[in-house]
């Protein structure tokens, strides 16, 4: 059991200057973001971060705010996707910007005084045609959130026990659920409801095939793009195809080859703050798998009792597993790890290794040998165990 409404947040390089304070505001021109926020302290960090994007983006903009306010200006070439980000992803919100002067307000309430999680109820934004008609366009999502919370309904615990056994590797557990009468009837509630949800954003995408909104829909309304979805490009305009969603969309169906490619060396921190070259974990390995994964995704964390047995029957003869959380919150990813127990090097990422490999979705995997090539990416399960085999028996 899964949620797809997860959104993806990402960054790549804009055609845009941006700043913190005016610059001809207001003008057709320019844009000019203008902030009210109530219930945030006063001099918290405001970043302006790309959307839509299917990367880990990095801020174009930071301010902090004054008496709740905050202000970024600047200029773009088409409209754009960003989230306006609060401290360190406290919380944020998504706004469609264009050339002309937008209005946000909202209140924000703290909902987790562990992480500091911030909620904001009462957004209002103004002045801005695009962000109203993808709102419009959007609508239907409320009606996929009621679905998915009426089929869940009543199978909570069921959830929790499948849950259970599936991060324990209990693949007996696993088959008895799944044989119940109860699970069958979820199984087949969910189908449906995955169905509607494609259906649903096939028509939105062909819609607007002519234009950039077509490729831009194809990056939010779904988490990462595959092969099998060329045809849905294919079928737009030359102007949606060169747009600047268009050819984010081309160069995720489309990727360059990495298999071949020599791994740089990067310096992330483990558990404990210090800093790891990552060649001294390569030193002295046959084959090392890089995993890509994150602490709130769930099908990485599936994959973990695989790769712990995989991890058991290849690590004596010279394997070597490398996760890396792509997670924004270290203490999220510290208690993953120790939820997990992992028995293998683990560092988080600071933007760096993530965009190197260009990962857009996970768990993704790459499996190096012992002179720092890639030859072969992700690998997960049978497949991996199988490769293994292959190279080491």
């Known amino acids: ?14 055609l845009l200057v941006v700043s913190c304070t005016g610059k001809t505001p ?53 409209p754009r996707m960003f989230y306006v980000v609060f401290g360190e992803y406290r919380g944020m919100i998504p706004v469609m910007l264009e050339n002309s002067e937008v209005n946000l307000s909202a209140t924000a309430e703290t909902i987790n005084t562990e992480t500091g999680r911030i909620s904001f109820s009462g957004q209002k934004i103004t002045g801005s045609e695009t ?29 929790k026990l499948y849950g259970k056994a599936r991060n324990e ?33 096939s028509q939105l995408i062909s819609a607007h095939k002519d234009s950039w909104w077509g490729p831009f829909f194809m990056m939010t309304q779904y988490s990462y793009l595959t092969p099998d979805q060329r045809p849905v490009f294919e079928q737009f305009s030359d102007e949606a195809r060169n747009s600047y969603y268009g050819q984010l969309v081309h160069e995720e169906l489309f990727p360059k080859a990495v298999i071949g ?58 394997f070597e597993i490398l996760s890396v959380s792509i997670d924004k919150k270290q203490e999220a990813w510290l208690k993953a790890l120790q939820e997990e127990d992992m028995q293998w090097p683990n560092l988080i990422d600071d933007g760096t290794m993530s965009g190197e490999f260009k990962v857009r979705a996970i768990p993704a995997t790459f499996l190096v040998d012992e002179k720092g090539t890639i030859i072969a990416e992700n690998l997960r399960g049978e497949a991996l165990d199988e490769k293994l085999k292959e190279l080491l028996h």
């Open 169 to 201: 590797g209990n693949r007996a557990q696993m088959d008895s659920i799944e044989a119940t009468a109860e699970w069958k009837e979820f199984e087949s509630r969910e189908n449906a409801f995955f169905d509607k949800v494609k259906a649903k954003n």
């Open 131 to 159: 962000h109203e008609y993808y709102q419009e366009q959007t609508a239907f999502r409320k009606e996929l959130d009621r679905d998915y919370a009426a089929y869940h309904e009543g199978t909570e615990q069921l959830a």
């Open 26 to 78: 207001g003008s057709k021109e320019n844009f000019e973001l203008k902030g009210k926020i109530s219930g945030v302290d006063h001099g918290m960090t405001v970043k302006l971060v790309p959307g839509a994007t299917h990367s880990d983006e990095k801020p174009v903009a930071v301010t902090t705010l004054e008496n709740g306010s905050f202000t970024f200006t600047g200029k773009l070439e088409e």
């Open 1 to 14: 059991m899964y949620n797809i409404m997860n959104t993806i947040y990402g960054v790549c390089l804009l």
């Open 261 to 318: 490619k020599q791994v740089a060396g990067f310096r992330l921190q483990d558990r404990e703050g210090q800093p790891v070259e990552t060649k001294s974990v390569f030193s002295g390995k046959k084959y090392i798998l890089i995993d890509f994964w994150a602490s709130w995704c769930a099908p990485c964390r599936k994959e973990i009792p695989n790769l712990k047995k995989a991890y058991e029957d290849f690590a004596p003869e010279g």
